[in-house]
């Protein structure tokens, strides 16, 4: 199972923090992906944190986002900075690889002014 929180209504330039909780100690044997989900647009991944903490971004996101994990928590982080309008959607978390996990309730991200 997967819960993610930290969402919710930003200003252009602002600033949250999301959270990603696993039920399952397997998560820390897995490379971990965000993803995000606007109306009307297809899922896509916007950064990934492997299992030695190696990670990766989207180009649309690269230098204002970083993700992070807490294996110890099962957790995985993803700050985003600098946010603008086109950051607005629903964000996943879920493994890198197939079968994927049951995707979680997500949370939801709005940026506006």
């Known amino acids: 199972q997967l819960v993610e929180s930290g969402g919710g209504l930003a200003q252009p330039g602002g600033s949250l923090r999301l959270s990603c909780v696993a039920s399952n100690s397997i998560f820390k044997r897995n490379t971990i992906g965000w993803y995000r989900q606007a109306p009307g647009k297809q899922r896509e991944l916007v950064a990934s944190v492997d299992e030695v903490k190696r990670t990766n971004y989207a180009d649309s996101v690269k230098g204002r986002f970083t993700v992070s994990r807490d294996d110890a928590k099962l957790s995985t982080y993803l700050q985003m900075d600098r946010l603008t309008p086109a950051d607005t959607a629903v964000y996943y978390c879920?493994?890198?690889?197939?079968?994927?996990?049951?995707w979680g309730q997500g949370t939801q991200v709005t940026v506006s002014s």
């Open positions: 879920n493994r890198m690889r197939d079968p994927l996990w049951p």
